[in-house]
């Protein structure tokens, strides 16, 4: 669907031991993680259970305090590697959108290209523009992401990311803060960016999607990886106590749990 | 015999508005007014300021006030930055810049610049380098302030965003962060511009050639030569108010822009229902 995933090659993610603490309390206890290139990773869990910063250990945006991260054969936690340089080939995607206010609809696709990537100006806005013509919004170009729905801004903000031919998509619960009737249409560009190819490694609530869409899924609790295996596996017949109570809860809410301490 | 609540507020406006209106009766009545109108209000005789005030002190202080907020927000924008960095002595240095500059009153900088420079360095640069550098030197530390508050308004997520499509740090700044951030600190700085505009009048205590006078001297220089009382600070004041009331009125007018601009949907919809309405 994309030329990004035409033009770049996917790429792996391998995660080993990987710990993170805030002061004393530690987010993440020793994780260990692969992801082959082409797959597609949903990570679920409770909140507070470290999935989101395991996120954003992948392109830095955290910096891990121990392990070992590797992306498409980069070593990412290497302290010589060039930061800039890795996170122009892993694109995120976050739950606040954070589309850049003061920029155009494209502007906002553009900018990295030109300023990152140094590409000239007309190539920036013609892969900014079949990016957004991907996700259905490029008629909205010339608009403002302050003009556009939740739905509409988040799509803007996979274009923005595709625009740059990463290998790899990091997507951190990218439909928790839409309404509910744009959230389908943020799923279905994920599931056909799937199948485009695209390594992708998604935190999100959305079990029906992670069942789907998902070659693996992996449950994480008080930052450790609780269970992981196939996707209709862990979610259709879950095999640890904790996994079983999260899915209880998630795919029924109405059903009440009697907290027994 | 209770009143009505009603018939309280009116008798304590009332009240008010008695105690406004005596005291200006008793101003009016109490002041000696050819004398003050011969100390303050001797238009006819100073018709020699002109048009010397307006093109050669009007132009000064417009002159020193733009060298001075060109200087300032350069360094207070430098400022903002060292005491936003994650490098600790980045922020102390900048904290007690900030806190020395604005704990000491303007012209003791201009002194310290207009006369120890030359004795201390035996420097004999222009007299508007002074001014510049000093008044700089104090906004500075004001502007850094208000930037400081801009740069943290802008969402977190803004910086790691554009850190996540490869951005450096520095790049992220100069195109994402701190466009917003000046967007939000536009009115605050346009008062930051007012205040150093009448600060420029302290630039009259360095004895400048009469081709420096900023407004302040010519004011005071009139009150020798005209023999029209403090007419010529009426003059200069008003001149002040040329330059001060139109800027006013811009940061008004930034500040609504700025709040609709944050809230775009609302403004729309908003706009929508009243022209249903109509």
Known sequence: MTQSVRQAAAAGVRISDLRKSYGDNEVLKGIDLEVSPGEVVCLIGPSGSGKSTLLRCINLLEQPNGGAIEVGGYAVTDPDVDVDQMRTKVGMVFQQFNLFPHLTVLGNCTVA??????????????????????????????????????????????????????????????????????????????????????????????????????????????????????????????????????????????HVVVEED | MSMTPRQKARVSQGIQIGVFALAILL?????????????????????????????????????????????????????????????APYRWLATAYIEFFRGIPAILVLLAFGLGMPLAFGTTWPQWVNVTVALGLSSAAYIAETLRAGLQAVPKGQMEAARSLGMPHWRAMVTIVIPQAFKIVL???????????????????????????????????????????????????????????????????????????????RAKKLTATTTKEA
């Open chain 1, 113 to 254: 290209q030109t300023k990152v990537l140094k590409r000239a100006k007309a190539e920036a806005e013609r892969t900014a523009l079949s990016e957004l013509e991907a996700v259905g919004l490029g008629h909205l170009a010339h608009r403002y992401p302050g003009e556009l729905s939740g739905g509409q801004q988040q799509r803007v903000a996979i274009a923005r990311a595709l625009a740059m031919n990463p290998s790899l998509m990091l997507f951190d619960e990218p439909t928790s803060a839409l309404d509910p009737e744009t959230v389908g249409d943020v799923l279905a560009i994920m599931r056909k960016l799937a199948q485009a190819g695209m390594t992708m490694v998604v935190v999100t609530h959305e079990m029906g999607f992670a069942k789907e869409v998902a070659d693996k899924v992996v449950f994480m609790d008080g930052g450790v990886v609780v269970e992981q295996g196939v996707a209709a596996e862990v979610i259709g017949n879950p095999q640890q106590a904790r996994t079983k109570d999260f899915l209880r809860r998630v795919l029924d809410p109405n």
């Open chain 2, 27 to 87: 101003v009016v009545f109490l002041a000696n007014w050819p004398l003050i109108i011969d100390s303050f209000f001797r238009f006819d005789k100073i018709g020699g300021m002109f048009p010397a005030v307006i093109l050669t002190g009007l132009k000064n202080t417009l002159f020193y006030t733009l060298t001075s907020f060109a200087f300032g927000l350069v360094l207070g924008l430098v400022l903002a930055l060292m005491k936003t960095a994650s490098f």
């Open chain 2, 187 to 265: 009115p605050p700085l346009t008062n930051e511009f007012i205040l150093l505009t009448k600060d420029t009048s302290l630039a009259y205590i360095l004895g400048m050639m009469i081709t420096q006078y900023e407004l302040t001297s010519f004011g005071r220089n009139g009150i020798t030569e005209y023999g029209a009382g403090m007419t010529p600070l009426i003059v200069a004041g008003a001149l002040y108010l040329v330059v001060t009331l139109p800027l006013s009125f811009l940061a008004r007018w930034f500040e609504k822009r700025s709040a609709q601009v944050s809230r775009p949907q």
